[in-house]
């Protein structure tokens, strides 16, 4: 019976939850939003927010699930596939208001320099862009100063969305390799 609960409870909160974000994702509200898409004007959204890493502790955000035998090895961690659910805030500091969760993957992909392939989304969770998401996918050579990605897609608010993120490390402890990067991204979206 408790577990009959708790399945119709998370069934609930699964069909609701469109309601509570306020955007309507059925197939019937998205193919009207494409039928109107010819009237919309394109807009440009500028975001900025830090990507709070966090690889060490019992609260890690990070988890390793692949590997080479060689990764280790690698000056670089070649090879080594990680997952992530980031909490993304509107500072550095650790008590900064969150916005979202960066979820994805980055895999390390130089051999002979410290690059990362990192796919993620970028999932807000309050303000105007409550339940939208965007998709980033690219390299980010990790050492340079500013790296650029592309952001590749989106949903929600920012359905159709491409454009650019540039990060940039605020702060990384070389130790336990935790890290807060800088984001600022531009969107072109309807």
Request: hydrophobic share 45%.
């Amino acid at each position: 019976m408790v577990k009959l609960c708790a399945i119709l409870l998370l069934c609930s909160m699964v069909i609701a939850m469109p309601m509570v974000r306020g955007i309507d994702e059925s197939p019937r509200a998205v193919a009207k939003w494409f039928e109107n898409l010819p009237k919309m004007e394109e807009k440009v959204t500028k975001l900025h927010f830090y990507f709070h890493d966090q690889v060490s502790g019992k609260n890690a955000t990070v988890v390793r699930v692949a590997q080479a035998n060689t990764t280790f090895q690698s000056p670089n961690v070649f090879g080594l596939v990680v997952v992530l659910d980031d909490a993304l805030k509107t500072g550095p500091e650790p008590d900064s208001t969150t916005v979202g969760r960066a979820q994805g993957m980055y895999v390390s992909a130089g051999l002979k320099e410290a690059v990362v392939v990192m796919n993620l989304d970028f999932v807000f969770t309050s303000g105007a862009y409550n339940g939208s998401t965007l998709s980033m996918s690219g390299r980010n050579p990790v050492p340079d100063l500013y790296r650029e990605m592309p952001i590749v897609g989106g949903s929600g608010v920012f359905r159709l969305a491409r454009g650019i993120a540039t990060a940039k490390t605020y702060w990384v402890n070389t130790t336990t390799a935790d890290a807060i990067v800088e984001y600022n991204v531009i969107v072109l979206h309807y």
